[in-house]
């Protein structure tokens, strides 16, 4: 896990703690209907009953696979979260990008 998250990992456990000590938390009244429902929910969402083939150009692939090895996950549970939060409206972007690697066509027309 790099340094950021961590700082970031951090920041929302104090939040999460500072929420929970201000009163703003309170109990469900059935605590194990909760639960069986999210159990419910999580275990719908991830279910895989459908296969489907995509072609991504190479570099977006490299770049996939060392996000994915960063998080200690494989790069198809990557693809498939990223799929599940955009088709869930959690994906959001955000205003920074990484800077990308210049792709080969980009080298040719500074070449030339």
Known sequence: MSRKM????MKYEDDIL???ESGEWESVADLDDEIARYA???AATLTKDKRINIRLSSRDLEDIQMKAAEEGMPYQTLIASIVHKYASGRLV???ARPARRPTGRAKKLRAG
Do not use: G, M
Request: aromatic share 8%.
């Open 40 to 42: 419910a929910s999580a």
């Open 18 to 20: 500072s929420s929970y």
């Open 6 to 9: 961590k700082t970031a990992d």
């Open 93 to 95: 972007e955000t205003a």
